[in-house]
């Protein structure tokens, strides 16, 4: 059984930082795609950053130069550091993976949430 745990987020003012943890508790901790992504309510769900099995990252535009995406391997689990906040980044922000040997399957946190104020 797949299970991700996050924690890190919280309210922080327009231009700090936060960093989210996402601790995976898999076997094959290597063979994970994982990242994050961040929904608001009423609006479209968006993929943030992810981390890739065989290595590589890729951000999304929105944060491209503010959030980076990292992996610790021996703790199984992933980062994310968000710097310089803006009012828009606020969204609860879930981890997902997804085997690259069962990219059918997708395991999700359960989320946390970020509040930015301007």
């Known amino acids: 059984q797949v299970q991700l745990v996050e924690s890190g987020g919280g309210l922080v003012q327009a231009g700090g930082s936060l960093r989210l943890s996402c601790v995976a508790f898999?076997?094959?901790?290597?063979?994970?795609?994982m990242g994050w992504y961040r929904h608001v309510p009423g609006k479209q769900r968006e993929l943030v950053a992810t981390?890739?099995?065989?290595?590589?990252?890729n951000y999304a535009d929105s944060v491209k130069g503010r959030f980076a995406i990292s992996r610790d391997y021996s703790h199984k689990t992933v980062y994310l550091q968000m710097d310089s906040l803006k009012p828009e980044d606020t969204a609860a922000y879930y981890c997902y993976a997804v085997h690259r040997w069962d990219s059918g399957k997708t395991y999700w946190g359960q989320g946390t949430q970020v509040t930015v104020s301007s």
């Open positions: 981390t890739a099995a065989g290595g590589g990252t």
């Open positions: 898999v076997y094959d901790f290597v063979g994970y795609t």
